[in-house]
């Protein structure tokens, strides 16, 4: 990363179990599919030396199970769960983006359609150009150092899936 960039990494948890009777959303877990694809998305974030300085993570249990298997890989990064990244619009994962302004590095871990619209939102100023962002995928947006995290701001950087 150069010194007058910062990035923001936005991981979408990877593939989940279907809700089983009486289970809630919130606990849902990683299919051994997702758990695959958890592990190469940390793979590939240590093969192109994007390590967060931190991570906020949605608390659902398909995002902390994503979230672990990457860090399996990657190894430990300062992270923090944030209840606001679940079911969040993309002006709230913005504002919190946008409270980090001071890290090199941030990774949000969460869910669509916000992450994808956020994505969408901080590159081409329109949040409904999204393409879609599959699960396990990792966008790689890149700001100037102390630019806020507005509209068209970024650029995308890197955009992976499994």
């Known amino acids: 990363m150069a010194i007058d960039t910062r990035d923001i990494l936005l991981l979408r948890h990877a593939h989940a179990e279907a809700a089983g009777p009486g289970q809630a959303d919130l606990d849902r877990p990683l299919s051994p599919e997702g758990q695959a694809e958890a592990e190469a998305a940390g793979r590939w974030l240590l093969e192109h030396r994007l390590l967060p300085d931190l991570v906020l993570c949605s608390p659902a249990r398909r995002t902390r199970e994503t979230l672990e298997a990457v860090l399996a890989v990657i190894g430990y990064v300062d992270q923090r769960l944030e209840p606001a ?23 949000l871990v969460g869910h669509n359609p916000g992450l994808e619209r956020l994505a969408a939102l901080l590159h081409s100023g329109q949040s409904g150009d999204y393409r879609g962002m599959p699960p396990g995928a990792i966008a790689h947006l890149r700001l100037p150092v102390g630019a806020e995290v507005e509209p068209g701001a970024a650029s995308l950087a890197d955009f992976w899936w499994p």
């Open 85 to 107: 990244i679940y079911d969040a619009t993309p002006g709230t994962l913005a504002a919190l983006a946008d409270g980090h302004r001071d890290l090199g590095r941030l990774m």
